[in-house]
């Protein structure tokens, strides 16, 4: 099993730029692959983007490509969410997961996930 714990929300203006980081214990982290998925009130859990075992390979969903960049570091385990040019849109509950088989942008294919941390974006 893999314990996450997500970090680094907060509240920001549009335009402005948060890192978020997801910090893995438990089995070796670069057996998983990793996502980043969102959540507004009172709307479905969002895929925002995922990164490869070896983090060789990424893909993102079409609203944040070219804002959001995911990254990780296997010998921190840790995964990175880096958000820039913010939009009040982007408001939500983050959330990493993690699968040993899976990655991709099916929420429910993940195994592992964290507790979110709040993102807000102010206009």
């Known amino acids: 099993q893999v314990q996450l714990v997500e970090s680094g929300g907060g509240l920001v203006q549009a335009g402005g730029s948060l890192r978020l980081s997801c910090a893995a214990s438990?089995?070796?982290?670069?057996?998983?692959?990793m996502g980043w998925f969102r959540q507004a009130p009172g709307k479905e859990r969002e895929f925002v983007t995922a990164?490869?075992?070896?983090?060789?390979?990424?893909t993102y969903a079409d609203s944040v490509k070219g804002r959001f960049t995911i990254s990780r570091d296997n010998a921190k385990n840790t995964v990175y969410l880096q958000m820039n040019s913010l939009k009040p849109e982007d408001t939500a509950v983050y959330y990493c997961?993690?699968?040993?088989?899976?990655?991709?942008?099916?929420?429910?294919?993940?195994?592992?996930w964290g507790q979110g941390t709040q993102v807000t974006v102010s206009s």
């Open positions: 997961a993690a699968d040993l088989t899976y990655w991709g942008r099916r929420h429910y294919e993940y195994d592992y």
């Open positions: 438990g089995r070796t982290f670069s057996s998983y692959a």
């Open positions: 990164i490869s075992k070896s983090g060789g390979s990424t």
